[in-house]
């Protein structure tokens, strides 16, 4: 079974950037989509940014569009989350999910499905001053 390993998170000043990685003990190009889903306690979990096994597919939600960008190197079985123009309400847990089913292709619905998904342990990202 792949195993999916989240790094990079840690402490950033607002305005800060971080670059998670994700890295897959098999191939990330077994995955159909791979995707960051986030989670701070009190509130709800929520879908972040999905990329398709080709790359052509990317769906950012839009709290984070424009400043968070997602890419994969399929050679290095990795994906990557740029986060940039961090603000306090980035703060949470950020886990890597992936999709071996293709069912949903990578969108706003991809979500919907994330608890039959492959997780990673996580990585915590906390945005203060």
């Known amino acids: 079974q792949v195993q999916l390993v989240e790094s990079g998170g840690g402490l950033v000043q607002p305005g800060g950037s971080l670059r998670l990685s994700c890295a897959a003990s098999g191939f990330t190009s077994d995955y159909y989509a791979i995707g960051w889903v986030r989670q701070d306690p009190g509130k709800e979990r929520e879908g972040v940014s999905c990329i398709s096994s080709s790359s052509g597919q990317i769906f950012y939600a839009d709290s984070v569009k424009g400043r968070f960008t997602i890419s994969r190197d399929n050679a290095k079985n990795t994906v990557f989350l740029q986060m940039n123009s961090l603000k306090p309400e980035d703060t949470a847990v950020y886990y890597c999910?992936?999709?071996?089913?293709?069912?949903?292709?990578?969108?706003?619905?991809?979500?919907?499905?994330?608890?039959?998904?492959?997780w990673g342990q996580g990585t915590q990202v906390t945005v203060s001053s």
């Open positions: 999910t992936g999709d071996h089913s293709g069912l949903t292709p990578c969108g706003s619905t991809w979500f919907w499905d994330v608890p039959r998904y492959d």
